[in-house]
């Protein structure tokens, strides 16, 4: 995770998440169709998928659980350290050894639990891949210069505000808004022509 901030404004920009990546993955692998829409990304960019192993006699409630899964991941509450053990982080109840968040949905749950360490390997070579080519390491535009950029437009020093980008390794070109706080983004937004002008776009609002 990279962080820019100053004494009054903070932006995290998260690159390879592990739970929104494998929430992604199964999405992929075990083909489970939903609308693409709201805080609901495109489709994994990958070229080739594994077989998928649940029936698809399952599909609706395979659905109904993904949905419910992705939209917990998304609207969590920002981790904050030290963790509160009594009331732990969201995204711990999608993850081993319990999968306590998918109880309701017996189907999804069996297809994640058999098949997680399958989908850490391809998140983990995902990130490997990433952290030798220097993604994490770069900024195509420094986020404080272009806090900077709009502060002296406005004439002004900007307003404490916190941002989080979760970057998304999907087939899409939008950015989702969650909240009034956190943007889900596709790297491939990220990594292209339009980024300068959307982060402009996304910062002019809170400073």
């Known amino acids: ?14 690159h390879w998440s592990e739970a929104h990546d494998i929430a992604l993955w199964f999405r992929a692998a075990e083909r ?3 609308d693409v829409e709201g805080v609901v990304p495109g489709p994994l960019d ?13 599909a609706a409630e395979l659905a109904e659980g993904w949905l419910d899964w992705w939209r917990s991941l998304v609207t969590a509450p920002t981790m904050t350290l030290p963790l509160d053990r009594e009331n732990p982080p969201v995204v711990w ?5 319990g999968f306590s968040g998918l109880h309701g949905f017996p ?49 002004r ?8 980008f979760v970057m998304l390794p999907v087939r899409d070109d939008e950015i989702r808004a969650v909240g009034s706080y956190r943007y ?24």
């Open 1 to 14: 995770m990279q962080l820019a901030g100053s004494m009054s404004w903070r932006i995290s920009i998260d």
């Open 32 to 34: 489970i169709q939903v």
């Open 46 to 58: 990958v070229e080739t998928l594994p077989d998928r192993r649940t029936d698809p006699s399952d």
């Open 93 to 97: 109840s999608f993850s081993p050894p």
């Open 107 to 155: 189907a999804l749950r069996q297809a994640v639990a058999g098949r997680w360490e399958q989908a850490r390997r391809w998140g983990n070579a995902r990130k490997s891949a990433g952290m030798a080519a220097g993604r994490h390491m770069r900024e195509k535009v420094p986020t404080g210069q272009m806090v900077a950029e709009v502060e002296n437009e406005l004439g």
């Open 157 to 164: 020093k900007a307003r404490p505000f916190s941002l989080e």
């Open 184 to 207: 889900l983004i596709p790297e491939r937004v990220y990594d292209g022509p339009r980024w300068p002008g959307l982060l402009r776009s996304l910062l002019t609002p809170h400073v």
